[in-house]
């Protein structure tokens, strides 16, 4: 997959993959408000080793039935080294996770995949951190490397995090790289989806993800940051009308 034959990331989808159903309707709806590429986790990462940690090679199995099905490329996070063929399979992007920024070990062996790579910035992560990380992707060889700022943890208790809009200038002054927002994670709060997708697109980030689901309120993680289909088909119109996209 070739970043540069992408204008505008519209990265959309759930946070977890929770059945075939979920992800196929939710793919086929996200594709049709104009997604071009699905996001769903298979792998979940969570605070508390009781929350739902994703159906895994289920996960996986689903979400390449479901591409073939929607003929859209994916996103799925790789936590382990030990899986990363069974991710490399399916994803067209393999996405290194905010907790994963610095797993040094994990960055060298997707360095050393030919596909390209969204490395999510640490939760307090610097932004010479977070450049020092893409390097180690980069020193193995590859350079198919998208930057995704999520937000960063600062005092403020309002939003699940801080999001740090300026990264964005800064991180595209100083890389070759493509940047990208997430404004799902980055403030937790779905109201404030739509007001920082259209400032990140005026600060010229090269796209967003943001998680959709069709009942966020029975979502097994993330379910008050996750738009449901109507909202995403809002969200897209108005980026639409505003020509962010």
């Known amino acids: 997959m070739n970043l540069k034959n992408i204008d505008k990331f519209m990265i959309a989808g759930p946070c977890s993959i929770e059945s075939f159903e979920q992800l196929l309707s939710t793919a086929r709806h996200v594709k049709s408000c104009g997604a071009n590429i699905l996001r769903g986790g298979?792998?979940?990462?969570?605070?508390?080793?009781?929350?739902?940690?994703?159906?895994?090679?289920?996960?996986?199995?689903?979400?390449?039935?479901?591409?073939?099905?929607?003929n859209l490329p994916v996103i799925t996070e790789l936590m382990d080294p030990r899986d990363l063929k069974k991710v490399y399979d399916v994803a067209d992007i393999i996405q290194i996770g905010s907790r994963n920024m610095q797993n040094f070990t994990l960055l060298k062996e997707v360095g050393m995949q030919d596909k390209p790579v969204m490395l999510k910035r640490g939760i307090s992560a610097t932004i010479k951190e977070w450049i020092g990380a893409s390097e180690y992707i980069s020193n193995e060889g590859n350079k198919n490397i998208i930057m995704c700022e999520r937000g960063i943890r600062t005092y403020n208790d309002y939003t699940r995090n801080t999001l740090d809009l300026a990264a964005v200038p800064i991180i595209k002054s100083k890389t070759d790289y493509k940047v990208i927002v997430d404004p799902s994670h980055g403030t937790g709060l779905r109201e404030l989806i739509l007001p920082m997708t259209k400032a990140s697109f005026a600060l010229d980030a090269d796209g967003v993800?943001?998680?959709v689901h069709p009942n966020p309120k029975e979502a097994?993680?993330?379910?008050?940051?996750?738009?449901?289909?109507?909202?995403?088909?809002?969200?897209?119109?108005?980026?639409?009308?505003?020509?962010?996209?």
């Open 209 to 211: 993800m943001i998680e």
């Open 220 to 245: 097994l993680s993330d379910g008050d940051q996750s738009l449901d289909f109507k909202q995403f088909e809002f969200l897209m119109k108005n980026l639409n009308e505003a020509k962010f996209i």
């Open 42 to 70: 298979a792998y979940k990462p969570r605070t508390s080793p009781v929350s739902f940690q994703g159906l895994r090679e289920e996960g996986l199995k689903i979400l390449k039935e479901v591409k073939e099905i929607v």
